[in-house]
Structures are given as C-alpha cells and as structure tokens.
C-alpha cells in the first residue's frame, strides 16, 4: 500500500497494509490479514492487489529465482485468500513484460500466452502469467469478479531509486542527481536503442480505480497511453530537466532488455476515450523535483555514498 502504485489509494476509502506487517509470501500471514480487515468498521468493496517483488532489468537478471518465488507466492496466496474470506471484487497488476518477445505488434491482451517472454525477465513474466491463469480459474469456478490489468513501465513517486535493481527512470533520476553532485561522467546501461512506453503513477491510481469499479472481463486489460520514447530519448529529458551538463557514457556490457513491446490501448481507449495520460516530460519533471526534495527519505538512495559513485 506504499509503494509506487499502492501510494496512489489514499483517503478514507482505503485499509492499506505494507509488507512490514504482512509478509504475503507466507499464506498464514495472509490469511491473519483478510481476518482481520473482516473487524474493519467498513465494508469491503473490494481488493486493489499492488503488492509485487519488482524491479528493472538488472534486478529481474540477477535475481530469477527470488522474483519467480516471491511473485508466485504473493500472487496465488493474495488470490486464494481473498477467495476464502468471501471477497468478491479485485484487481491483480501484470505487467507489458509478460507478452511474448517474438509476436506480431502491437501487443493485445489476446496476445499474452502465444510465445514464451523474453530471456531477460522470464520467471517475472511466468509468475504474472500464473495470476492472470489463477482469476481466469477463480472466474469460472467461483463466479468471483476477479481481474487483471496490464501497466505499462509505470514511474512516479515512491518509486524504488535502487540505482542497480530499480527500473531505468527511478535509476537514470538517481545516476545523474549524482553524476550532477559529484561532478562525475553519467553512465547509461545497453545502446539507448530500446523503445518503452511510460506511463505516470498518478495515470495508473484512476485507471485501476475505475477498473474496480467498472470492469469485469476474463481478459485482462492493457493500461497504456501506447506512445513509445528510445531510452535515449528519455535520456535527454532527464539530463535536460535537471541540467546536468558533465559527460554522459553508455556501458554496452549492460543489457538493453527487451528491444520493445509496444502495447495497444484500444480496449482501455474503448471503455474511457477522453482519459488525459500525463505527459512525459511533466511527469518527470514533477518526479524529479520530489526526488530532489526528499533524497534523504527516497527508497534506494541509502545504496551508496554519492561521493564514492564511480
Ligand atoms: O525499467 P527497465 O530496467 O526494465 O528498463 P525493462 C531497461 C531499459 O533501460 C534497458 C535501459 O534498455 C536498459 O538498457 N537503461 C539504461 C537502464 N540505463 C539504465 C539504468 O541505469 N538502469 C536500468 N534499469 N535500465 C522491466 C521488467 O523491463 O519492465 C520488469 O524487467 C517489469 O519485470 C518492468 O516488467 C515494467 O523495461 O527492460
């Protein structure tokens, strides 16, 4: 409930836990969660499930059996339990990661099982796969309203800065704050060559409430504003916003990850035509500038001495 996607639900609407008190890996703990909230003074209309063991490229390749395990097991537990304790409403996140590497563009919710995922990712991708098999199951057994969406790579507040397993946004935000600080070259991952789809925290918290709301579909479905940037592309933005104006180095023993996958927002489009996304550059802008303010207390920035950054 206070990472970069939960921080979104706020207000009295919303029981929010964080994996300091529940550890969702542990069905038991799982369980002593959905007891509980049955002693809340409020109903429960329904389950927004954020949690996730995440990360960018370099976390998901250095970590395959954690993210496969840790993902499994929250995902299927959280599932279940909520089943158990008579929830009848919830939404479960995918990613754009679990599509198959080699498909025909753009990439549909149809398309999610029609190869297997890309190398660099795939016990994340089959784990997220897993979920999406699960509330299908869940749907014809139990008749429960249980579904899934498809974000794209989401960015915003309360993201996890880690500068080695974070995403690429919260990473390059956090690299070039130091490279600015410490007067030292900007090193970038792979060749800038790969295409992504961004999509702003802020996007995601209405889309995923109206979803709750208002969805209910075996299929998932894709939240995307569908506009592909290069990573050096974005890159420029970074630097440009927060006017670093040292050497910037690419390191091609990074991995580039997935070339691209670009998502189709037809359905999302369909069901809300007149939903703004936020702009890139202002997102980041915005980002940037709570990342400045708050360095001290921003997850992922106690990973180094800025100074020592080489
Ligand atoms: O967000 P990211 O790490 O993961 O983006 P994916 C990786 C892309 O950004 C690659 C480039 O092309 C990298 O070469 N990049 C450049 C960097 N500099 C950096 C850097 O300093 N850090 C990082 N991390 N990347 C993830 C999946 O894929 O997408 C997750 O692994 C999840 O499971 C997420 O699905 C949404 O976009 O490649």
């Not at 097991?73 to 990661?97: D, G, P, Q």
């Not at 208002?214 to 995307?224: G, H, M, T």
């Amino acid at each position: 409930g206070y990472g970069l996607v939960g921080s979104q639900f706020t207000g009295d609407d919303y029981i929010k836990y964080s994996s300091k008190t529940y550890d969702l890996r542990e069905t038991n703990r799982v369980d002593s969660m959905f007891k509980k909230l049955r002693y809340e003074p409020m109903q429960l209309d329904g389950v927004i499930h954020t949690a996730a063991k995440v990360g960018g490229v370099g976390g998901n390749m250095k970590y395959k059996g954690e993210f496969f395990y840790d993902n499994v097991m929250i995902n299927t537990n959280v599932i279940e339990s909520a089943r158990k304790h008579n929830v009848k409403n919830l939404v479960c996140f995918l990613s754009t990661c679990v599509f198959p590497d080699d498909v025909e563009y753009p990439l549909t919710e149809k398309k999610i099982h029609l190869g297997p995922p890309h190398f660099s990712n795939y016990p994340y991708a089959y784990a997220k796969r897993m979920a999406d098999i699960q509330i299908r199951a869940y749907r014809e057994q139990y008749g429960l309203n249980y579904k899934s969406v498809i974000p794209t790579n989401i960015y915003g507040l309360n993201d996890n800065f880690d500068i080695e397993n974070g995403h690429v946004l919260p990473s390059l935000i956090h690299k070039c704050y130091i490279a600015r600080e410490a007067k030292r070259p900007l090193t970038i991952w792979g060749s800038g060559t790969p295409l992504r789809e961004f999509i702003n925290s802020k996007d995601i918290g209405k889309l995923t409430e109206w979803v709750l709301e208002n969805y209910n579909e075996d299929e998932p479905i894709i939240l995307s504003n569908s506009e592909e940037i290069s990573i050096k592309e974005v890159v420029e933005m970074i630097i440009e916003i927060m006017n670093f104006k040292g050497e910037v180095k690419w390191d091609s023993d990074k991995p580039d990850g997935q070339h691209r996958k670009p998502s189709d927002n037809t359905k999302i489009k369909h069901y809300l035509p007149d939903f703004k996304f936020t702009p890139l550059y202002e997102g980041l802008k915005e980002t940037i500038t709570w990342f400045e303010n708050n360095y001290e207390s921003v997850r992922g920035t106690k990973c180094m001495d800025i100074y020592n950054y080489n």
